[in-house]
């Protein structure tokens, strides 16, 4: 259904108030990007109403899961693109991947693997649609997984990883999360990477004894693990 034209005035008299007339015509043509590249490839990855609802349906505790609201195309391909690895030595990860998007968009480079986990089953249900629909040109990576389970008890990959974490739950579960981390790191010496976009839960991370921060923007912070040695192009400075 269509939002009526008392809603999309409202809406815009409310961006312009807070990011200013420049903001509000590049937040437009960040979201008809972001339309258009589902048309273009047949997919769904854009959020919906129903998507608040049924993510109160997968887990005991409501208030741990955030709910799915996707990247921004643009802002990770900006991410990605200004990745220092060698992205061919990397498995990417993300933890609470919804509908897939950011599967999509990092098989535009070339990761070894890309791997999504999603708690909600119908979200799940929708990546996996989506992963089958989506042929590019510019794809880079074709091997694309989505797995419908909690990312705290997904089993890591045993391979230098790429974790990317949009705001997916509150500091319970990424504690959770870096102690499976530590463990896995401990059976498995490697690199990780963790790029936190949305970084609420930074100083949970920032204060563990395991990862170190190598960049911080306004949008995203990433991290490293302490002990993996050097790779092959570890420096963001
Ligand atoms: C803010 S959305 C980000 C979606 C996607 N990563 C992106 O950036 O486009 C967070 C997602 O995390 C999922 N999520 C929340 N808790 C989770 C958990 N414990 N395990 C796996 N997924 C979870 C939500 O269902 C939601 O789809």
């Not at 961006?15 to 990007?33: W, Y």
């Not at 395991?210 to 306004?218: F, G, H, I, N, S």
Request: hydrophobic share 40%; net charge neutral; proline share 5%.
């Amino acid at each position: 259904m269509l939002p009526s034209a008392k809603l999309v005035t409202a809406k815009l008299v409310d961006s312009i108030r807070r990011k200013g007339f420049l903001g509000t015509l590049k937040s437009c043509a960040a979201e008809v990007e972001e339309i258009r590249f589902d048309r273009k490839f047949g997919i769904q990855t854009l959020e919906t109403m129903s998507d608040r609802q049924h993510v109160l349906t997968v887990t005991n505790q409501p208030g741990d899961n955030l709910g799915y609201q996707p990247t921004k195309i643009r802002t990770l391909r900006k991410i990605l693109g200004d990745l220092r690895i060698a992205y061919e030595d990397f498995i990417f990860l993300d933890l609470g991947s919804g509908k897939g998007r950011t599967l999509l968009i990092a098989s535009e480079f070339p990761f070894k693997r890309i791997i999504g986990v999603e708690v909600s089953p119908e979200l799940h249900c929708i990546a996996e649609t989506n992963i089958r629909a989506y042929r590019s040109a510019t794809q880079e990576c074709r091997a694309i997984e989505s797995h419908c389970d909690d990312a705290v008890a997904y089993e890591l990959p045993a391979e230098n990883t790429l974790i990317f974490l949009f705001n997916p739950f509150k500091a319970p579960l990424i504690s959770k999360l870096l102690l499976n981390l530590s463990e896995s790191l401990r059976q498995n010496p490697r690199r990780i990477y963790l790029v936190y976009y949305n970084p609420v839960c930074h100083d949970l991370i920032a204060d563990s004894e395991m990862m170190e921060v190598v960049r911080v923007t306004d949008l995203y912070t990433i991290y490293r693990n302490k002990d993996a040695g050097s790779d092959r192009a570890p420096s963001w400075s």
